[in-house]
């Protein structure tokens, strides 16, 4: 199983989470099982390939 790193909050009773690796799209849920659903839906939308452009968070060696 592979894993990606979230991060997660609570905001006037709404769960509200992105992937560090792709910080410009966030989700929610109204619980945290949900919020953790769409982020798998999404995690599996921002890898498929299917949508262009998306801009992700990347390391570089520059020393």
């Not at 199983?1 to 709404?14: E, S, T």
């Amino acid at each position: 199983m592979r894993m990606a790193r979230y991060v997660q909050w609570q905001d006037a009773g709404m769960w509200l989470g992105y992937f560090e690796e792709f910080p410009d799209y966030p989700t929610q849920g109204e619980s945290l099982g949900e919020l953790e659903e769409n982020l798998r839906d999404l995690y599996r939308d921002l890898t498929s390939g299917e949508i262009p452009g998306i801009r992700r968070v990347a390391e570089l060696a520059v020393g």
